[in-house]
């Protein structure tokens, strides 16, 4: 038990931690307008477009880790200049992190977060699980109380964020520092394993996309070892795949393919000599680094949520170059970044 609980600590503290593996800034830095600082501590961002709004969804919580225990906030725009608070979702006792928001087959708005449970009779506070959560939204646009996931093996788990394909929710489950595992929904609700990928080094953040022929991309973060990136392929079933390992690391990646389906975009954390900042790459299809854009960031910062709209690329981060950690909003015209 103290060993499942030390290596869950070590994957929420590994996200402060910079590296030395740091990818050139060939572009100047692009300036951020902040959008929320309610909470002592503000992050881990999501961006989505829905029903004519666009969503940012995040945590609030006294601080990156353990804190009180955090709620999920949810504000949204119809411009990307006025933003509204639009929603809390909280649990009693449960620390709810890492909010990801989806659209079912169905048409609800699923937030998919991380539940971890803390002994605060202790100082400092020691961890004693993690369990994904999701709520749901329905027709009235409010969501449900959360309620743990339905997944197999239970005890450390994390699915990081859920990507819908044909009908099917994928994601990656980890928590035991040892694997990570390829999962499938089709309620949001329960979980079901498809296979173990074969990635070594504490594999954990990851995020799942599509290209139009229906080839599986998967970035994963790694935190031991040489902690450089992994970017897996497959094809259905989805059960074998080619691993490429990238010559830099990922932290709270985020990813989508260019308007031509020639390149990938990534939101991560840069490990510079100077310190973390938050960076959009753009990739070619093996992750090989063409780009890179440095945010206006610093300190804890990244996980940043990303979408295309009106030929620009919308981008939600958090960060704490100002001295507290807030969340931060800015667009790069997809023609300056793809020149």
């Known amino acids: 038990m103290k060993k499942m609980i030390a290596l869950a600590v070590v994957l929420l503290l590994a996200r402060l931690c910079p590296a030395q593996f740091p990818a050139p800034v060939t572009a100047p830095a692009s300036g951020g307008t902040e959008i929320w600082s309610g909470a002592p501590h503000n992050a881990f961002t999501d961006l989505i477009e829905y029903k004519g709004y666009i969503y940012c969804s995040f945590r609030e919580g006294s601080g990156h880790v353990p804190g009180s225990n955090g709620a999920g906030r949810i504000l949204r725009t119809k411009d990307g200049n006025t933003w509204e608070s639009f929603a809390l979702i909280r649990k009693d006792g449960i620390d709810l992190r890492d909010q990801k ?89 329960t979980f079901t394993g498809i296979t173990d990928l074969e990635v070594d080094g504490m594999p954990n953040e990851s995020t799942i996309r599509f290209d139009k022929k229906g080839k599986m991309y998967i970035l994963i973060r790694r935190e031991q070892g040489d902690k450089l990136g992994v970017l897996a392929t497959g094809k259905a079933p989805f059960t074998s795949f080619s691993y490429q390992k990238l010559d830099y690391r990922l932290g709270g990646p985020d990813f989508m393919f260019t308007p031509d389906q020639k390149k990938l975009i990534v939101g991560t954390r840069l490990y510079l000599p100077g310190g973390a900042k938050t960076g959009i790459l753009v990739t070619d299809l093996s992750g090989r680094l063409l780009r890179t854009v440095e945010l206006e960031s610093g300190g804890d910062c990244s996980y940043p949520g990303m979408l295309v709209r009106r030929k620009e690329l919308w981008i939600s981060y958090y960060s704490s170059h100002r001295g507290k950690t807030n969340i931060y909003f800015t667009r790069i015209p997809l023609n300056d970044l793809l020149k």
């Open 101 to 189: 928001l989806s659209v079912m087959p169905d048409g609800r708005m699923l937030c998919l977060m991380g539940g971890s449970v803390y002994d605060t009779a202790k100082k400092p506070s020691r961890l004693l699980g993690m369990y994904p959560h999701v709520a749901f939204m329905g027709k009235d646009m409010k969501f449900t109380t959360p309620e743990k996931a339905v997944i197999g093996n239970p005890g450390h788990h994390w699915v990081w964020r859920l990507t819908w394909y044909k009908g099917v929710g994928y994601g990656i489950d980890y928590g035991s520092g040892r694997s990570a595992t390829l999962v499938k929904t089709t309620d949001g609700k």
